[in-house]
């Protein structure tokens, strides 16, 4: 981990339970603040990816 950041690489056929062991496989807008320990960075790229 560095400056706070670290990237997990997985396969695509691994994504969803990835984010699902994570606690990244729900918007974090619908999320506690203190359920989330850690926040991806992009979102936006990951969901892609997974459909």
Known sequence: MTDGKTTI?????LL???????GLDT???LRRAQDQQ???LNRA???GAAR
């Open 9 to 13: 690489q997985t396969r695509r056929a």
């Open 45 to 47: 790229q990951v969901i």
């Open 16 to 22: 969803y339970y990835t984010l699902k062991r994570l």
């Open 27 to 29: 918007d974090p807008a």
């Open 38 to 40: 850690i926040i991806l």
